[in-house]
């Protein structure tokens, strides 16, 4: 099992939440919250709206998202949903943990004495260089007071 941190449409009660329970793409289990150790840009671009975790450390706000433990299967699936590594790249990022729910490995959460695990984080260097100037975001959603509502890849 590999540890994903999801910040975008993958969250719960998010348009492509649907993806993570849907059990024929793989197993995926809800561990619990957290943010980024290091700041990030988040921005919401193109015409689709989707959220991007812009590579570039040290920049923007501790993004929050939700910490899920995924099987191969999984992770296969989302690096295809994701356009890895062309619209997004599959790196390894610390993740300080808010609040663990996981069981069986809820030690691990409390094993870091700081509370930080590393996790797969989909983000991107590949982006217009006019993306930089975008609204920063520590947190997305959706239907969030932005106005920018996500297009589902259905509806495209």
């Given at each position: 099992?590999?540890?994903?941190?999801?910040?975008?449409?993958?969250?719960?009660?998010?348009?492509?939440?649907?993806?993570?329970?849907?059990?024929?793409?793989?197993?995926?289990?809800?561990?619990?919250?957290?943010?980024?150790?290091?700041?990030?840009?988040?921005?919401?671009?193109g015409k689709y709206n989707i959220p991007y975790m812009?590579?570039?450390?040290?920049?923007?706000?501790?993004?929050?998202?939700?910490?899920?433990?995924?099987?191969?299967?999984?992770?296969?699936?989302?690096?295809?949903?994701?356009?890895?590594?062309?619209?997004?790249?599959?790196?390894?990022?610390?993740?300080?943990?808010?609040?663990?729910?996981?069981?069986?490995?809820?030690?691990?959460?409390?094993?870091?004495?700081?509370?930080?695990?590393?996790?797969?984080?989909?983000?991107?260097?590949?982006?217009?260089?006019?993306?930089?100037?975008?609204?920063?975001?520590?947190?997305?959603?959706?239907?969030?007071q932005h106005g920018l509502a996500y297009v589902?890849?259905?509806?495209?």
């Open positions: 099992m590999a540890r994903v941190f999801v910040y975008g449409t993958l969250k719960k009660g998010q348009p492509n939440y649907k993806h993570m329970i849907n059990t024929a793409k793989g197993l995926a289990k809800f561990q619990g919250r957290g943010h980024t150790v290091e700041k990030y840009p988040l921005v919401i671009a812009l590579n570039i450390p040290g920049t923007g706000h501790h993004i929050a998202g939700e910490i899920y433990s995924v099987d191969e299967q999984m992770l296969q699936f989302l690096d295809e949903f994701e356009g890895c590594p062309d619209m997004y790249q599959r790196t390894l990022m610390r993740i300080q943990v808010v609040e663990w729910e996981g069981k069986g490995g809820a030690g691990e959460a409390r094993a870091a004495a700081d509370g930080v695990l590393e996790c797969f984080v989909y983000s991107t260097a590949t982006f217009p260089p006019e993306w930089v100037g975008l609204p920063y975001y520590d947190s997305y959603d959706s239907s969030g589902l890849r259905e509806s495209r």
